[in-house]
């Protein structure tokens, strides 16, 4: 269990001309578990919450948007979402400092990952995203 109060997260940089906020917001969605408490996948612990930290208020807001939408979805049952019938616990909470993480979490899946599938990182490169956990 975490003890630091620190979140497992990843900061993007991205260009609004190529991709848009709720873009990012849609692949976070289907890309992680937004309702289990302090848990994605198998690895369990506060700083596996789930949590969108944000820039400024309408990032907020678009995220705030974005969860009202999945737990509508979860609660009609509508959209294939595999976790209906539950709530999103996902936080949206203001960004503060920002560390980065040990140097073996760096590029994590581009070296392989857990399962030794290696997921390229170059500009351009069209691999699926894949979640390790």
């Not at 109060?5 to 906020?21: F, K, L, N």
């Not at 700083?47 to 820039?55: D, G, K, L, P």
Request: net charge negative.
């Amino acid at each position: 269990m975490g003890h630091t109060g620190h979140a497992e997260v990843m900061q993007c940089t991205y260009d609004p001309d190529q991709v848009t906020y709720r873009q990012l917001l849609d692949v976070f969605f289907n890309r992680v578990d937004p309702t289990t408490l302090n848990r994605q996948g198998n690895d369990q612990g506060t700083q596996y919450r789930s949590v969108i930290y944000t820039h400024d208020d309408e990032q907020r807001q678009q995220a705030m948007e974005k969860i009202a939408e999945v737990n509508k979805q979860l609660a009609e049952g509508i959209g294939g979402i595999k976790w209906l019938g539950r709530k999103v616990v996902t936080t949206v909470e203001p960004c503060g400092d920002y560390y980065l993480a040990e140097a073996y979490h760096q590029q994590y899946l581009e070296r392989g990952g857990r399962s030794g599938a290696r997921q390229s990182a170059a500009k351009g490169c069209s691999d699926p995203i894949r979640c390790y956990g």
